[in-house]
């Protein structure tokens, strides 16, 4: 059975950081793309990261630019989003993708971590 299991949300205060990981089980994703969005009560489903199947190339909205970055460890079949100057606006649940392709569809998705910024 394939799973993305994403782990490391939580509250934080504004300006915080924080670590998101995802680990793959039943699927290896050393040669495929990885990505990361969110989603917000009301709000559509929101690009985050992505990372090439090297990690050599990583693309970033404007929104998190200089902020968050996205990294991976095939040997460990886990992809992180670590998360740095946190705004209320970053509150959302935050999900793993494998193969992210565009207008926000994956091959595979994990079942979200929340992530919650207090100002």
């Known amino acids: 059975q394939v799973q993305l299991v994403e782990s490391g949300g939580g509250l934080v205060q504004a300006g915080g950081s924080l670590r998101l990981s995802c680990t793959a089980s039943?699927?290896?994703?050393?040669?495929?793309?990885m990505g990361w969005f969110r989603q917000a009560p009301g709000r559509e489903r929101e690009f985050v990261a992505r990372?090439?199947?090297?990690?050599?190339?990583?693309y970033y909205p404007d929104s998190v630019k200089g902020r968050f970055t996205i990294s991976r460890d095939n040997a460990k079949n886990t992809v992180y989003l670590q998360m740095n100057s946190l705004k209320p606006e970053d509150t959302a649940v935050y999900y793993c993708?494998?193969?992210?392709?565009?207008?926000?569809?994956?091959?595979?998705w994990g079942q979200g971590t929340q992530v919650t910024v207090s100002s």
């Open positions: 039943g699927l290896t994703i050393r040669n495929m793309p």
């Open positions: 990372i090439s199947w090297s990690g050599d190339f990583v």
């Open positions: 993708a494998g193969n992210p392709q565009g207008r926000g569809t994956a091959d595979y």
